[in-house]
């Protein structure tokens, strides 16, 4: 009896161990499912609400460039006269003189082209060049070629220059034309 006895208690001893060891499995499963699904509601909360603020930071970033690109381009604008005035008598060099720059639009012409629809602004330099009379030539092609990398000259025309002398010293004197553009 003292073997049944053992053996019972050896039985229900190992049955109620199991039964605990699969009760507690049970609920390991059943906390690491909560533990999943509360997982994947935060990170679905997170992700919205992280979207929703990176939208609204990327949209008020973007309001914010537009407004300073239009004032930029509105600042551009006003002082595009100045940048050309600028850039020619800056490119001049010393043994060029500009004695009158003429600024003046053409009217834009009804073309399939786009380019041809920009309004364009000519621009009449006159001037001399002073020095040794062999470097005459260089120096004002020098010169229109130094303007010309400016983005906004389409093209140079010289329309006149002549030899002269001005005050007892042979200059060249020239009249040029430059086209530029702007966008509207």
Known sequence: MGKLFFFLFFFLFFFLTLSGFWAQQYIIKKKQAEIAELQNKYNKIILENNINIHNELIDEQI?????KRKTVKLYA?????IAILRDITNLSPPNIG???????SVPKTINKTKEDNKTKINVDVKGLVQG???????S???YIENLKLKPYFLKSTI??????VFI??????FYIN???????
Do not use: G, M
């Not at 040794?132 to 260089?138: D, I």
């Open 178 to 184: 430059l086209e530029l553009k702007i966008d509207d």
């Open 77 to 81: 604008k006003r002082n595009f006269v």
């Open 159 to 164: 329309k006149q220059k002549e030899n002269q």
């Open 168 to 173: 007892d010293e042979p200059v060249l004197k």
């Open 140 to 142: 004002l092609n020098s």
């Open 132 to 138: 040794n009379p062999v470097f005459f030539e260089t």
């Open 63 to 67: 309001s914010k460039i537009q407004e």
């Open 98 to 104: 500009l004695f009158s720059i003429s600024l003046y």
